[in-house]
């Protein structure tokens, strides 16, 4: 007697790390009251690599993560609020959603870090990269 081994799914299990999960929005001034709250939000700057590496600023205690398929350590008893810098969010509400499915509670940041800068709300600065000196008669044809 042989044993049937149960088929695997694996085109449902693949497109379900693509389902569409809806991502709440947090607004600037709910988020800067839930920063100043007993327990606040972890902070995820989800920014795309050129217009994070090129600003020199980041929301309080920020930490980054980039599109990747492991996000780094979050703890999974606090809110995750997810910030980029698209008006319309999309780059934080794709983490946010990866975030979800993953079993946090996420939330994007409405607007973004330019809608928090526009409100003239606290960031903090970070280290934005620096042009390397030109080397003498480097623009020497």
């Known amino acids: 007697m042989s044993t049937v081994q149960p088929e695997v799914d694996t085109a449902r299990t693949a497109r379900s790390q693509y389902t569409a999960v809806p ?33 020199t600023v980041k929301l309080p205690g920020a930490i980054r993560v980039g599109h990747g398929p492991s996000p780094p350590s979050l703890p999974r008893d606090r809110e995750i609020v997810v910030y980029d810098s698209d008006p319309n969010e999309l780059a934080s509400s794709n983490v946010a959603a990866d975030l979800i499915r993953q ?3 996420a939330v994007a ?33």
């Open 23 to 55: 991502v709440p929005r947090i607004s600037r001034e709910d988020l800067k009251q839930r920063l100043e709250s007993g327990t606040p939000p972890i902070l995820v700057d989800a920014r795309l690599k050129y217009p994070y590496e090129h600003s």
């Open 103 to 105: 079993g946090y509670r």
């Open 109 to 141: 940041l409405k607007g973004g870090i330019s809608d928090w800068l526009a409100a003239n709300l606290p960031t903090e600065t970070k280290e934005a990269p620096r042009q390397a000196p030109i080397e003498p008669g480097a623009l020497k044809g």
